[in-house]
């Protein structure tokens, strides 16, 4: 591997991933079902990576795992 490449992949594993929480100008139901329509317009994050030992060969992820962030004037609403 040359040393360009090997820079290049070490400055984006530094970089952290960002979401971008919409506001929404409607309050969203809170029922625990988030396959309605109201929560179908709020994008899902980039899957989360689990910790787990790097090159040392530690056990792989087993599950998906995802959130969806949104607010209004009131409430910070986390699914």
């Not at 490449?5 to 960002?18: E, I, Q, Y």
């Amino acid at each position: 591997e040359e040393s360009s490449d090997r820079d290049f992949k070490l400055h984006w594993s530094l970089c952290p991933r960002t979401y971008i929480a919409p506001y929404t100008p409607t309050p969203l139901e809170i029922n625990g079902d988030i396959n309605k329509e109201e929560w179908s317009r709020i994008p899902w994050s980039s899957p989360y990576v689990d910790i787990t030992g790097g090159e040392e060969g530690g056990p792989s992820s087993t599950q998906r795992t995802q959130m969806k962030l949104a607010w209004d004037e009131e409430y910070l609403y986390i699914a």
